[in-house]
C-alpha cells in the first residue's frame, strides 16, 4: 500500500513570486507520481507525471516537479506564479509497471496568490 | 475527443433515497475508475473497470454502493438507501491499459 502527505495544507505567495509545493510518499514498492490540479467546483486536470528517466519533470502552466527516491519527495515547483494558478493542488502515486493503477491522492495543497 | 463526461453535475436528495450517477469515458479508454472526494480531501479510490469487468473495489464501498459498466462503455454507480455522510463529489476517471487517468468534473452530492 502506499500513503502520499502533502505538507502544506494551504500556500499564500504573491503574485510573480516563485513557490514550493511539498509532497512525500511512502511504498514498499516502486511508484509512478502524479500532480493535479483542481480548480474550484471542477475535477482533476494533470499536471506532470514521472513514470520513469529525469528525475526533473516539466509539465504545463510552467510547473516542473523533481523526483528525491532517497527523500521519497516529488515536490512541485514554479519560478514565478499568477493569480490564475489559485487552486487545489494535489500529489498522487499509484504502483510502477501499470500507468492504469488506481491512484492514491494526498490531502491537497491550497495555493492561494495574492495580487 | 470530449474528454470524460458526468452526469449529473449536482444532485440533491433526502435520506434514505437512492441516487446513480453516469459516467462516460474517453471513447478509446478501456479502464474507468470511480474516486469520492470529501470537502477539504483528497480523492478516495472506489471501484475500477477494465472493460466491464470489475477488478477492484475500495473496503470504502459499502453494500448500499454498487457499480457497473454493462458493455464496456460507460459506468453508473448507484447509492441506495443514501446518508448525509455520503455527502462528497463523485469523480470518474478514464484511462488506455497504460495510460494517465483523465478525471471528469465530478458529480457533487448533497444529502438532506
Known amino acids: 500500500a502506499q500513503s502520499v502527505t502533502q505538507l502544506d495544507s494551504q500556500v499564500p505567495v504573491f503574485e510573480e513570486a516563485p513557490v514550493e509545493l511539498r509532497c512525500n510518499y511512502s511504498s514498499s514498492v516502486s511508484v509512478y507520481l502524479f500532480w493535479y490540479v483542481q480548480y474550484p467546483n471542477q475535477g482533476l486536470q494533470l499536471l506532470l507525471k514521472y513514470l520513469s528517466g529525469s528525475t526533473l519533470v516539466k509539465g504545463i502552466n510552467g510547473f516542473e516537479a523533481e523526483f528525491n527516491k532517497s527523500q521519497t519527495s516529488f515536490h512541485l515547483r514554479k519560478p514565478s506564479v499568477h493569480i490564475s494558478d489559485t487552486a487545489e493542488y494535489f500529489c498522487a502515486v499509484s504502483e510502477a509497471g501499470n500507468a492504469g493503477n488506481m491512484l492514491t491522492f494526498g490531502g491537497g495543497t491550497r495555493l492561494m496568490v495574492k495580487p | 475527443d470530449t474528454g470524460v463526461s458526468q452526469d449529473p453535475r449536482h444532485k440533491i436528495t433526502k435520506r434514505g433515497q437512492n441516487v446513480t450517477f453516469r459516467c462516460d469515458p474517453i471513447?478509446?479508454?478501456?479502464?474507468l475508475y470511480w474516486y469520492r472526494q470529501t470537502l477539504g480531501q483528497g480523492p478516495e479510490f472506489l471501484t475500477y473497470f477494465q472493460n466491464e469487468a470489475q477488478l477492484e473495489k475500495s473496503r470504502l464501498l459499502s453494500d448500499r454502493f454498487s457499480a457497473e459498466r454493462p458493455k464496456g462503455s460507460f459506468s453508473t454507480l448507484e447509492i441506495q438507501r443514501t446518508e448525509q455522510g455520503d455527502s462528497a463529489m463523485y469523480l470518474c476517471?478514464?484511462?488506455?491499459?497504460?495510460?494517465?487517468?483523465?478525471f471528469g468534473p465530478g458529480t457533487r452530492l448533497t444529502v438532506l
Open positions: 471513447s478509446e479508454h478501456n479502464r
Open positions: 476517471a478514464s484511462s488506455s491499459p497504460v495510460g494517465t487517468q483523465f
